[in-house]
């Protein structure tokens, strides 16, 4: 990896340093001179709310973070992440990349989250780069006796993956196609420790996954349905936690053609979800936590041919109900549709799945928010929902209220893979509704799963969004 953190007990003076406090009192003359001193004073002074300074040593890059533990908590360690990417950012620019973190507070939580920020920013996808391109490789060493070794290897195998998801949204489709998402899926299984099992076409005609085959009629390539399953020995739930990916490794919008400008241009995203769930699973792997989970993921691009599904056209879904087809470029919920019925032979205790759905959550909430709706419980929808508070992938939800099962009814079939512009994103969540029996939560990660413009510690492009969510939902739950 592109990175390494570590404990130390006293860190070199080859390192650049990012010293975080509570109080000016914290920093010493051993540290600072005088001069030093009176200039962090003097900036404290004129700006209150400034809360982040650089000293510009000739040999040493050093910063100092003000905590402000009066936050609240979530905010407070956010806030402490986005203070640690604009440092790493500053570092980046002179060369720096020997870090070390020095944390005079008593909260061990803000050294990791910081560590968490400068890594997470320090992330690049420059394979296809040949010139201007720069390897660089960040050691992070952390000072902090409160910070355990078992944390630090915690951050950095959650960090992993991290990287692996946004490597996957940012891998163009002419080398990840669903038959090589599956082929990842398989060596990922290898590396760290989780089952897998990928069907081919054939196996999936034998499924009558019919959403799935539908969309894929349209491709040269053959569609795939990845299994991916952690299931320890001292798993401590009976029935397993199941995520379903939406894996469109590229969406055209087949015959309803993607048509304003650019609203085909990231469309390599629209595996997002499958690229959340693969990083998840690789992180609960890693980290070993005690919980039974499984991974589906549909995986097909979104192409045109001769063959292509077209408006009117009727699928026979993997549970028998029928889907008249409406519009096209409403594909993803198809191959979803499939994989949530085939999740109950698992006879699930929850099933969530993620999906870059429908532009109608992303014009709602932006690149800030998940929309989630479903049918699980109000307990658990609040886990999840402050697991993505604790790691700022937060989630609205939204109403699912049964006037708009109305909007999806067909003529000529069980239901519609449309019920118009007004609510898509909550019509789109009631399609799904028809798969799924067990305890569900349906997340649209359509605004934040890929971003145009970098933010803190998210880079341009893939955003990894939902990993670390649903790492500490399951983090969460093996603790209580």
């Given at each position: 990896?592109?990175?390494s953190?570590?404990?130390?007990?006293?860190?070199?003076?080859?390192?650049?340093?990012?010293?975080?406090?509570?109080?000016?009192?914290?920093?010493?003359?051993?540290?600072?001179?005088?001069?030093?001193?009176?200039y962090?004073?003097?900036?404290?002074?004129?700006?209150?709310?400034q809360?982040?300074?650089?000293?510009?040593?000739?040999?040493?890059?050093?910063?100092?973070?003000?905590?402000?533990?009066?936050?609240?908590?979530?905010?407070?360690?956010?806030?402490?992440?986005?203070?640690?990417?604009?440092?790493?950012?500053?570092?980046?620019?002179?060369?720096?990349?020997f870090?070390?973190?020095?944390?005079?507070?008593?909260?061990?939580?803000?050294?990791?989250?910081?560590?968490?920020?400068?890594?997470?920013?320090?992330?690049?996808?420059?394979?296809?780069?040949?010139?201007g391109?720069?390897?660089?490789?960040?050691?992070?060493?952390?000072?902090?006796?409160?910070?355990?070794?078992?944390?630090?290897?915690?951050?950095?195998?959650?960090?992993?993956?991290?990287?692996?998801?946004?490597?996957?949204?940012?891998?163009?489709?002419?080398?990840?196609?669903?038959?090589?998402?599956?082929?990842?899926?398989?060596?990922?299984?290898?590396?760290?420790?989780?089952?897998?099992?990928?069907?081919?076409?054939?196996?999936?005609?034998?499924?009558?996954?019919?959403?799935?085959?539908?969309?894929?009629?349209?491709?040269?390539?053959?569609?795939?349905?990845?299994?991916?399953?952690?299931?320890?020995?001292?798993?401590?739930?009976?029935?397993?936690?199941?995520?379903?990916?939406?894996?469109?490794?590229?969406?055209?919008?087949?015959?309803?053609?993607?048509?304003?400008?650019?609203?085909?241009?990231?469309?390599?995203?629209?595996?997002?979800?499958?690229?959340?769930?693969?990083?998840?699973?690789?992180?609960?792997?890693?980290?070993?936590?005690?919980?039974?989970?499984?991974?589906?993921?549909?995986?097909?691009?979104?192409?045109?041919?001769?063959?292509?599904?077209?408006?009117?056209?009727?699928?026979?879904?993997?549970?028998?109900?029928?889907?008249?087809?409406?519009?096209?470029?409403a594909?993803?919920?198809?191959?979803?549709?499939?994989?949530?019925?085939?999740?109950?032979?698992?006879?699930?205790?929850?099933?969530?799945?993620?999906?870059?759905?429908?532009?109608?959550?992303?014009?709602?909430?932006g690149?800030?928010?998940?929309?989630?709706?479903?049918?699980?419980?109000?307990?658990?929808?609040?886990?999840l929902?402050?697991?993505?508070?604790?790691?700022?992938?937060?989630?609205?939800?939204?109403?699912?209220?049964?006037?708009?099962?109305?909007?999806?009814?067909?003529?000529?079939?069980?239901?519609?893979?449309?019920?118009?512009?007004?609510?898509?994103?909550i019509?789109?969540?009631?399609?799904l509704?028809?798969?799924?029996?067990?305890?569900?939560?349906?997340?649209?990660?359509?605004?934040?799963?890929?971003?145009?413009?970098?933010?803190?510690?998210?880079?341009?492009?893939?955003?990894?969004?939902?990993?670390?969510?649903?790492?500490r939902?399951?983090?969460?739950?093996?603790?209580?």
């Open positions: 990896m592109p990175y953190i570590s404990k130390v007990s006293n860190i070199s003076s080859d390192a650049s340093l990012i010293y975080i406090i509570s109080d000016l009192t914290q920093l010493s003359t051993k540290e600072f001179s005088g001069k030093e001193l009176a962090i004073k003097k900036r404290v002074e004129k700006d209150k709310n809360k982040k300074f650089f000293l510009n040593r000739l040999d040493q890059m050093v910063a100092i973070i003000i905590s402000d533990p009066t936050l609240k908590r979530t905010d407070h360690l956010e806030k402490i992440r986005r203070e640690g990417a604009a440092v790493w950012q500053k570092m980046k620019e002179e060369e720096s990349y870090l070390g973190i020095v944390n005079y507070t008593d909260d061990a939580e803000v050294t990791l989250a910081c560590a968490e920020g400068v890594v997470l920013n320090s992330y690049s996808f420059s394979k296809y780069k040949t010139e391109a720069k390897s660089t490789s960040i050691q992070l060493v952390l000072s902090d006796g409160q910070v355990t070794e078992a944390q630090i290897s915690e951050l950095n195998y959650l960090c992993e993956a991290v990287f692996l998801s946004r490597d996957l949204v940012n891998e163009p489709v002419g080398t990840l196609t669903a038959v090589r998402l599956g082929e990842v899926v398989q060596e990922l299984s290898t590396k760290y420790g989780f089952k897998a099992e990928v069907y081919g076409k054939a196996k999936i005609e034998a499924l009558k996954m019919g959403g799935l085959l539908g969309v894929n009629q349209g491709s040269i390539d053959p569609p795939t349905f990845s299994i991916l399953e952690w299931k320890p020995e001292n798993a401590i739930n009976k029935e397993p936690y199941v995520l379903v990916g939406k894996g469109v490794v590229f969406d055209t919008g087949g015959v309803n053609l993607k048509t304003p400008t650019g609203s085909m241009d990231t469309m390599k995203c629209d595996m997002g979800g499958a690229a959340a769930v693969i990083g998840a699973i690789s992180a609960i792997a890693l980290n070993k936590l005690p919980v039974h989970v499984v991974g589906l993921i549909p995986a097909t691009d979104n192409r045109l041919n001769g063959n292509t599904i077209v408006p009117g056209d009727v699928l026979t879904m993997h549970n028998g109900k029928t889907v008249e087809v409406m519009n096209t470029d594909e993803g919920r198809l191959i979803l549709g499939d994989a949530l019925s085939f999740s109950e032979k698992y006879k699930p205790k929850l099933v969530i799945d993620l999906a870059t759905l429908t532009g109608n959550a992303a014009i709602a909430l690149a800030h928010g998940t929309v989630g709706m479903g049918t699980a419980d109000d307990e658990v929808m609040s886990s929902k402050q697991a993505g508070e604790d790691v700022c992938e937060r989630i609205v939800w939204f109403p699912f209220w049964s006037e708009y099962d109305e909007l999806i009814k067909s003529e000529v079939a069980d239901i519609k893979n449309v019920g118009g512009r007004d609510g898509g994103a019509t789109a969540g009631k399609f509704a028809h798969f799924v029996t067990s305890p569900w939560i349906h997340l649209d990660i359509a605004g934040p799963a890929f971003i145009t413009s970098s933010d803190s510690y998210r880079p341009v492009g893939g955003t990894a969004v939902g990993v670390r969510m649903l790492y939902f399951f983090k969460n739950i093996t603790t209580l």
